[in-house]
């Protein structure tokens, strides 16, 4: 079965960094798009960033341009988040997403904390 498993949240000072990881089962991962969402307390999920499936093309929230990187190791099925330069703002649970005919699959969520 499908599963997205995401790791590497934490807490962190306001202008630190942290890297996500999501390793994906069950499909297989270099045919497919990954995205990156996250959801704030009393907020929607959001899209942070998108990966194509060859890594060739990312696309970014507006929010999040400058300071985060998505990319992707299609080797070990997994894809990254590189966030730096954090603020309170970005405090979230982040998810990761595939889309495979005909839902969307998320994994559990990994928190992440920007705080002093």
């Known amino acids: 079965q499908v599963r997205l498993v995401e790791s590497g949240g934490g807490l962190v000072q306001p202008g630190g960094s942290l890297r996500l990881s999501c390793a994906a089962s069950g499909f297989t991962f270099s045919r497919y798009d990954m995205r990156w969402y996250r959801q704030a307390p009393g907020k929607e999920r959001e899209l942070v960033a998108a990966?194509?499936?060859?890594?060739?093309?990312?696309n970014y929230a507006d929010s999040v341009k400058g300071r985060f990187t998505i990319s992707r190791d299609n080797a070990k099925n997994t894809v990254y988040l590189q966030m730096s330069s954090l603020k309170p703002e970005d405090t979230a649970v982040y998810y990761c997403?595939?889309?495979?005919?005909?839902?969307?699959?998320w994994g559990q969520g990994t928190q992440v904390t920007v705080s002093s």
């Open positions: 990966i194509t499936s060859a890594g060739g093309s990312a």
């Open positions: 997403n595939v889309f495979l005919e005909p839902r969307f699959y």
